[in-house]
């Protein structure tokens, strides 16, 4: 099994930052190790699709970022932690929206949110005007 779980996610001024933190953990993550996983991280305001927003290669060594969020947004990752982890600046208030991350057990990064197998609860995060 994998779990993934959100922090980080709050109320915040536009034009604010934030660092959201995904931590994974389970049997399945233990016996293959985070390296072996590619992440995103995506938002579903109300009402709407869930879309990317940033990912990660297992490595960390190639990224991928949403037209929208390029130059603001930071997606890293620390697997020997287990974490991986989204700077989000100069924040708008149309990103209001409940961030999750994903997990798939493959090189990425992946864009498609049907490639991934596993998924966080979510964080909220407010960006008022």
């Known amino acids: 099994q994998v779990q993934l779980v959100e922090s980080g996610g709050g109320l915040v001024q536009a034009g604010g930052s934030l660092r959201l933190s995904c931590t994974a953990s389970?049997?399945?993550?233990?016996?293959?190790?985070?390296?072996?996983?590619?992440v995103g991280w995506f938002r579903q305001a109300p009402g709407k699709e869930r879309d990317i927003v940033a990912a990660t290669s297992n490595g960390g060594v190639s990224t991928y970022y949403s037209d929208s969020v390029k130059g603001r947004f930071t997606i890293s990752r620390d697997n020997a932690k287990n974490m991986v982890y989204l700077q989000m600046n100069s924040l708008k208030p149309e990103e209001t929206a409940v961030y999750s991350c994903?997990?798939?057990?493959?090189?990425?990064?992946?864009?498609?949110?049907?490639?991934?197998?596993?998924w966080g609860q979510g964080t909220q995060v407010t960006v008022s005007s």
């Open positions: 389970g049997r399945t993550f233990r016996r293959y190790g985070m390296g072996r996983y590619a």
């Open positions: 994903a997990a798939a057990r493959t090189t990425g990064p992946i864009a498609d949110k049907d490639e991934y197998d596993y």
